[in-house]
């Protein structure tokens, strides 16, 4: 065997496998959002509260140790890593209600994309192949992101379902990827 084929075979077998775990973490992933979406939701803003305080350790600890920076980029890094610490332990000290005002944050951008986009549809309709389907397409945009603005608890309950579906369908496509990839690109 050729060092060019082991080498190959080697990529081949890290793809499968990334392909595999990857697929099966996102099938648990869905599976638990499905079946748990309330402690799937604390599970996320805890990772995301865990992650400012984190980040916010290293603002501070930029901040205060750098010798390179400048007196206001030094303040400006423990200002900002003193807002993050605090933001994650208030989330963390708030569990439910930093949950929720994240999911209708989450809804509430998601409204707004869906709006913009429709308008974007309507600006490029000159340029669609299919105007027909732009215009379906930018009215449904539209018409689902005000609803998500106007709705955005139920809207961010219907989003985190619909992930938890989209996690379990594309977890198990990319394992049966796993085990049928071959190395063509």
């Known amino acids: 065997m050729s060092s060019d084929s082991a080498a190959e075979k080697s990529a081949i077998n890290g793809i499968r ?7 099966v973490l996102a ?14 939701a604390f599970l996320v803003t805890i990772v995301i509260a865990i992650y400012a305080i984190a980040a916010g350790l290293v603002y501070a600890g930029l ?24 933001a994650g332990i208030i989330a963390l000290v708030n569990l439910q209600q930093t949950t929720a ?5 989450i809804a509430i951008l998601v409204g707004i994309m869906w709006i913009v986009e429709g308008i974007v549809a309507f600006s490029t309709l ?10 379906i397409f930018a009215i449904i945009s539209i018409v689902a992101g005000i609803y998500l603005l106007f709705n955005a608890l139920i809207g961010a309950a219907v989003l985190w379902w619909l992930l938890g579906i989209a996690l379990v369908v594309l977890g198990i496509i990319n ?6 990839y071959k190395g063509e690109y």
Do not use: E, M
């Open 27 to 40: 099938v648990i992933a869905g599976l638990f959002i499905i079946f748990q979406p309330a402690n799937a």
């Open 63 to 86: 901040g205060i140790f750098s010798k390179q920076k400048g007196g206001w980029a030094r303040v400006g890094h423990i200002a900002l890593g003193i807002l993050f610490i605090i």
């Open 126 to 135: 000159g340029d669609a192949r299919s105007k027909v389907w732009s215009i």
């Open 101 to 105: 005002w994240l999911a209708i944050f």
């Open 17 to 23: 496998t990334a392909l595999g775990i990857g697929g």
């Open 175 to 180: 394992v049966v990827r796993a085990f049928t």
